[in-house]
C-alpha cells in the first residue's frame, strides 16, 4: 500500500513539472521573452530538437500536447524563439545526427597542436617555380612544367593535414567520419586551426604529399592541361618559397 501511494505521488509531481515546463513553452510561443528559464530547460529543448526533425518519443509527444504544440514546425519555431536555432537551421544535418561545432576540448586541442607543431628540414623540399598554382583553400596545388626531354609533367601536392592530428582530435574526426558539404556551406572534419596549419600556400613551408605524372604528348595536349591547372586554382606568383 505504501509503494503505491509512493508510486501515485511520484506521477503527481511528474505531472505537475509536466505542466509548468509546457506552460512556460506556451508561453514563449506566444512571444513571451524565454527568461527566467526553469532548471529542465536543457532536457526540454532536446525533446524539442526530437520533434522538430519527426523523431518523437513518448516525452516529447507528452510535452508538446501540454502545451497546445502540434507538428514540427511548431517546436522549431520554439527552438528559434529560445535562440537555440537560427531560422534558417539546417533541419537535414539534425535529422542524420551531423555535428555541426566541435566540443571546445577539441577547439583547444586542435589550435595547440597548430601552434607547436613545426616543420622538419628534410632534403626532399621542393620550391614552388614557375606554373604552379594552389588551390582557394589550400587543399592542393598544381605545378605543370616540361622535363627535359620535352614531355609534359604534372605534379599534384596535397596538404597533409593528419600530421596535425592526434589524441581527442582524431577520436573526433573519426566520429564525423568526412567533410559534409550542403548548399550554403561545408561543415568541415577537422577544425580550423588545423586546416589553416596544413594548407599549402607560397608564404610559409608546409609539408605535403605529391604525386608526379608523366604526360605523353599524344596523350592530351599540353596547352589545354595547363588551361585546366589555371582554371581549377588560383595562380601563385612571384615566390620562392618552399612547400
Given at each position: 500500500m505504501a509503494q503505491q501511494l509512493q508510486a501515485a505521488e511520484r506521477e503527481a509531481q511528474q505531472q505537475e513539472n509536466l505542466q509548468e515546463l509546457a506552460a512556460w513553452l506556451r508561453r514563449v510561443a506566444d512571444g513571451d521573452a524565454p527568461d527566467p528559464r526553469p532548471p529542465e530547460a536543457e532536457e526540454v529543448v532536446a525533446l524539442l530538437e526530437a520533434a522538430a526533425v519527426g523523431h518523437d518519443t513518448?516525452?516529447?509527444?507528452?510535452?508538446?500536447?501540454?502545451?497546445?504544440?502540434?507538428?514540427?514546425?511548431?517546436?522549431f519555431h520554439v527552438l528559434v524563439r529560445l535562440g537555440h536555432w537560427t531560422a534558417d537551421e539546417s533541419l537535414e544535418l539534425h535529422r542524420l545526427g551531423v555535428p555541426d561545432e566541435f566540443p571546445q576540448s577539441v577547439l583547444d586541442t586542435a589550435q595547440q597542436a597548430a601552434s607547436q607543431t613545426t616543420m622538419p628540414a628534410w632534403p626532399g623540399r621542393r620550391r614552388w617555380g614557375a606554373n604552379t598554382y594552389v588551390s582557394s583553400s589550400g587543399a592542393r596545388a598544381y605545378r605543370f612544367r616540361r622535363s627535359l626531354r620535352g614531355r609534359g609533367v604534372l605534379e599534384v601536392h596535397l596538404a597533409v593535414p593528419a600530421l596535425w592530428v592526434d589524441g581527442v582530435v582524431q577520436a573526433e574526426a573519426a566520429e564525423r567520419?568526412?567533410?559534409v558539404g550542403i548548399v550554403e556551406r561545408e561543415i568541415p572534419l577537422l577544425p580550423d586551426a588545423i586546416l589553416e596549419a596544413?594548407?599549402?600556400?607560397?608564404?610559409?613551408?608546409?609539408?605535403?604529399?605529391?604525386?608526379?605524372?608523366?604526360?605523353?604528348?599524344?596523350?592530351?595536349?599540353?596547352?589545354?592541361?595547363?588551361?585546366?591547372?589555371?582554371?581549377?586554382?588560383?595562380?601563385?606568383t612571384g615566390s620562392t618559397d618552399r612547400h
Open positions: 513518448a516525452a516529447s509527444v507528452a510535452l508538446m500536447q501540454a502545451a497546445h504544440m502540434h507538428g514540427a514546425r511548431s517546436a567520419g568526412r567533410t596544413s594548407r599549402l600556400t607560397a608564404a610559409a613551408a608546409r609539408p605535403a604529399l605529391t604525386l608526379r605524372m608523366r604526360l605523353a604528348g599524344a596523350t592530351l595536349p599540353m596547352d589545354r592541361v595547363a588551361a585546366w591547372t589555371a582554371a581549377a586554382c588560383d595562380r601563385v
